[in-house]
């Protein structure tokens, strides 16, 4: 479309089209505030090379929290070279008589490298145990050593950082229902993801489990309230850039985590037990 044929379009009274172009601005804004923290990234990825050091990520949450969006963000313009995604699917029966967490440690970070875990080893603490995907024994088995094995990788220098991304029951049906409409997003629609709302209150009982269990000076919980997505990205880069005290750092920029939606582990288990004194249940 040449340039005046736009103007023309713009000035006839297509409402539907301006709304399209506003929300093409929103993402240009938001895409253009983000992209000074993500070029951070890659300095911190250069810290990293140099250093020789490991650098794991945890993303949790629960299913259309904003994980995938959140992932795609970090890593959009970081060096290829130097980090990877990790999401395993269903274990083999090979692995499901292993350790547990023997095939996560086989995708862990060499020198100079990120890992980004979409879901991890807690997935048994949160969905294996709700849809009967690990027995009584193997989740307790977890809860009990899981503290440890983490704290085993912060004392070999692995720069180890865990967000949760927390979504509202009413956004997370919201996003399904796009899933559901959107022909580019069904394919992320399952049916586990119809029984997450069923089950909300189960998985908010095991979250505050988790939590409670597994949130330590040595190993934090971040977690981001992720009903806007945008913001929950920003503050999950800015989490990143603040594990590791890397050169060049542009001080210029807010590295200033959001606390109307950025709370540490501790915190969200405080809110949470705040909550269930006030109406009889968790709410978040």
């Given at each position: 479309?040449?340039?005046?044929?736009?103007?023309?379009?713009?000035?006839?009274?297509?409402?539907?089209?301006?709304?399209?172009?506003?929300?093409?601005?929103?993402?240009?804004?938001?895409?253009?505030?983000?992209?000074?923290?993500?070029?951070?990234?890659?300095?911190?990825?250069?810290?990293?090379?140099?250093?020789?050091?490991?650098?794991?990520?945890?993303?949790?949450?629960?299913?259309?929290?904003?994980?995938?969006?959140?992932?795609?963000?970090?890593?959009?313009?970081?060096?290829?070279?130097?980090?990877?995604?990790?999401?395993?699917?269903?274990?083999?029966?090979?692995?499901?008589?292993?350790?547990?967490?023997?095939?996560?440690?086989?995708?862990?970070?060499?020198?100079?490298?990120?890992?980004?875990?979409?879901?991890?080893?807690?997935?048994?603490?949160?969905?294996?145990?709700i849809f009967d995907f690990c027995t009584q024994q193997q989740y307790t088995t977890f809860m009990n050593t899981v503290a440890q094995f983490e704290?085993?990788?912060?004392?070999?220098?692995?720069?180890?950082?865990?967000?949760?991304?927390?979504?509202?029951?009413?956004?997370?049906?919201?996003?399904?229902?796009?899933?559901?409409?959107?022909?580019?997003?069904?394919?992320?629609?399952?049916?586990?993801?119809?029984?997450?709302?069923?089950?909300?209150?189960?998985?908010?009982?095991?979250?505050?489990?988790?939590?409670?269990?597994?949130?330590?000076?040595?190993?934090?919980?971040?977690?981001?309230?992720?009903?806007?997505?945008?913001?929950?990205?920003?503050?999950?880069?800015?989490?990143?850039?603040?594990?590791?005290?890397?050169?060049?750092?542009?001080?210029?920029?807010?590295?200033?985590?959001?606390?109307?939606?950025?709370?540490?582990?501790?915190?969200?288990?405080?809110?949470?037990?705040?909550?269930?004194?006030?109406?009889?249940?968790?709410?978040?």
């Amino acid at each position: 479309m040449e340039y005046q044929v736009f103007l023309d379009v713009l000035a006839q009274d297509e409402e539907d089209f301006k709304q399209l172009l506003y929300k093409r601005y929103l993402r240009y804004t938001e895409d253009e505030e983000i992209k000074p923290y993500q070029a951070e990234l890659i300095k911190l990825q250069d810290h990293l090379e140099k250093q020789q050091q490991k650098m794991i990520i945890l993303i949790e949450g629960r299913d259309a929290a904003g994980k995938g969006g959140s992932i795609r963000r970090i890593t959009r313009y970081m060096n290829e070279k130097h980090y990877r995604v990790v999401a395993l699917g269903k274990p083999s029966n090979v692995q499901t008589s292993q350790w547990y967490f023997q095939r996560y440690v086989e995708h862990f970070p060499r020198g100079g490298e990120i890992v980004l875990f979409d879901r991890s080893w807690y997935n048994r603490a949160m969905v294996e145990p709700i849809f009967d995907f690990c027995t009584q024994q193997q989740y307790t088995t977890f809860m009990n050593t899981v503290a440890q094995f983490e704290n085993d990788l912060v004392e070999h220098d692995i720069v180890f950082h865990k967000i949760y991304f927390s979504v509202s029951k009413k956004t997370q049906q919201e996003r399904f229902l796009d899933r559901e409409t959107n022909n580019l997003k069904k394919w992320k629609l399952s049916e586990i993801d119809v029984q997450m709302q069923e089950r909300w209150d189960e998985f908010t009982e095991m979250k505050y489990q988790m939590l409670k269990r597994t949130h330590s000076h040595t190993s934090p919980w971040a977690i981001i309230r992720s009903n806007d997505k945008h913001r929950a990205h920003l503050n999950a880069i800015k989490s990143i850039l603040n594990k590791v005290d890397y050169e060049s750092r542009n001080m210029s920029l807010d590295y200033t985590v959001d606390e109307e939606i950025y709370y540490s582990g501790a915190r969200e288990i405080e809110l949470m037990e705040n909550h269930l004194h006030e109406t009889g249940k968790f709410i978040v």
